[in-house]
């Protein structure tokens, strides 16, 4: 298998990319293609050990940064690292495309003109998902930031391909799909949302609902797959990220403000540690965009080489399972019976 | 001043409401009115150290159950405790409501004909709000759930609405103003935040605008008073609450599987406590129900005496520092210049 990788993408680019693309390549026996600015990513994996790792170089003399508006950004820069990444996966030189740069960029990228690879035949709109843990074990949600303003059938769309993904990628048989609301009583939620449960509930089409989940129960394991649409789950996700930082934060300035509790904090270091590992983000890696005709795979900006290696790793695993081929098979089931349930 | 408390509210209703109305009332030396069923609030009272506590009982045989549908109830319900209570506030008994029953009971018993205290004149919708710790300090954030689907001119006046609240009784001067969004960039967000930051900039009306913030950076201190729709700003502060909760479990159980960590986390323990105090919601009692004619305080459900004690504290200060009076200054001068800036 080759996995393209934006080597132009994270914060730490292209170093930290580039660390993380070959580990990936060592770990896996897969090849990875860095795409980016050749002089200095040829410079960067001088003086990588490449022992064992299967790496190229493509080209990319451009890059779309974080703060570019991500359509114009793409249209304007048709040499941008994840342009050409995406080229290549539309014309089948890899498998998958892996970036931790602008999300937005990645999406448009995916579906302009120059690399473009379009969408799987009948999605109304990709979603990037996100991987995230809970008390029980992991949630998969979406969408995460791809669709500020969504209709209904976008989002039973979205709970369609997340329980493909939770299927065919996570191994969970019937996943428990819900919708992200502010009341878990039927009836609560915005229009969109209820409208949203509504047409769910006349077509569930082998959907296992649970119904609406709480932000305040998000975390509490109650569901498989979560979907939202893109602003309110970009709105959740931050909010445990900013939440989780915080907390940690005044921790560490309350137990630093007391010579005793120091001492205590060393003795508990290991616990911290295994807390900072069971909710780290780079564990997970990265998050799958969705609907698009291929396997993109889009990892935080803050990534580390570990996160970037881990986000290739989802990107493998993702075409291992072909979740491609099996949201194009879930969403022509679900169209050839749009009114009613083979559940 | 007389504080009518709603002492069927909280989920430990009706004993850590009376407890919690008892301290208020001793502490502040104002006089609570609890109103439920006269038996056993008697009884529960007979209970209490009443020495330098004014406290009376006003009748109420009903209660809104946390799971009812809210304007149905409050209808059905003319001696719910909470539409009782309103009703007090309504005929100039009392100076202002708490409760810590179902927030969407306490909006419609404001609305309703039975209890009736109405919106202050030019107020399109109520919101409800909420005090927040942050890294440096509050976050005052509206709206968190009176209301899931809004217009960009609701918006507007949340804004207005918070920034008198935040000058008026929390004593900041020109306190910052924030649309909660998915990205701080000018141009995210969805339509409605989109549409209400062009409102807000093209008529600021004296408002100290400092743009977006995303979850991610709700807790560092950006911005005095984050601005949203009932839905999304009910999500980040759910999310907020489940976040910190998964996390000191997770904290706990991992600390408790390792006998050294046991015994450091017993020497951090004051510290521990210290993270408590300053992130405990209970601390900050309860959020104002802006924008009705009169001062209304909700608690939240899972309020202890503590948390019960401290939302009436709020409303006193909230009636001190006379906010429905400053809100409807506000507006008017506000709709008075449409189209113009003073400032």
Redesign the interface.
Known sequence: MRIALDAMGSDGAPTIDVQGGVQAARDTGHEVVLVGDQTRLAEILARENLQGATVSIEHASQVVEM?E?PAQAVRAKKDASIVVAMGLLRDGKVDAVVSAGNSGGVLAASLASAGRIGRIPGVHRPAISTILP??QGHLFMLDI?AN??CKPEWLVQFAHMGAAYAEHVLGISQPRIAL????E?K?K???L?QETAALLESAPCGLNLVGNV???????GLADVVVSD???G??????????????????RD??K??P??M??????????G??RK??DFREYGGGALLGVDGVVVIAHGRSDALAIRNAIRVAISACERNIVQSIRDRLQKVTALPDSSPA
């Open positions: 703060g508006h809970t008390l930031g500020t303003d992200l609301s502010n009341g009583e009836g939620g915005s229009t949302v709480e932000g305040k129960d998000l975390f509490r893109g602003f309110s970009n709105i959740a996700i931050k909010t445990a990220e900013g939440t989780a930082s915080m907390l940690l934060r005044v921790l309350e137990i403000a007391r005793l509790a001492a205590g904090a060393l003795l508990a270091k290991p616990a911290f295994a807390v069971r909710l």
